[in-house]
């Protein structure tokens, strides 16, 4: 059975780091791309980061740059995403999800949704940023 397991989430202080992890079981995450997606309340889901196959290329949204940082452990099946400096702003659900087929990258930066849906969807882990 396909399944993707959030964990790393919880209450943390404006400036301070998290570090989520994505468990991947039933198949390997080596030849898929791995997205991270958040849902604040009240507002759509958002691409937070994609990693891709082969060379890994990298993706973030401007608002991300230089404060998310997404890597992969193939050994571990399991990808990762590094979370320093957050705001109030960032407080939301944060999903993770694959996608094995060659397009993949090109949909988790589309959104990974609707036409760009990815695959294989976790059910989240919950990041709350609050003094």
Partial sequence: QVQLVES??????P????????????????????????????K??????????GDEKTYYPNSKKGRFTISRDNAKNTVYL????LQPDDTARYYCAAEP????????????????GMRYWGKGTLVTVSS
């Fill in 8 to 13: 790393g989430g919880g209450l943390v202080q």
């Fill in 15 to 42: 400036g301070g780091s998290l570090r989520l992890s994505c468990a991947a079981s039933g198949f390997s995450l080596d030849y898929s791309t791995i997205g991270w997606f958040r849902q604040a309340p009240g």
């Fill in 82 to 85: 590094q979370m320093n400096s």
């Fill in 44 to 53: 759509e889901r958002e691409v937070v980061s994609c990693i891709g196959t």
């Fill in 101 to 116: 087929s060659p397009t993949g990258f090109t949909q988790c930066v589309a959104g990974g949704e609707g036409y760009y």
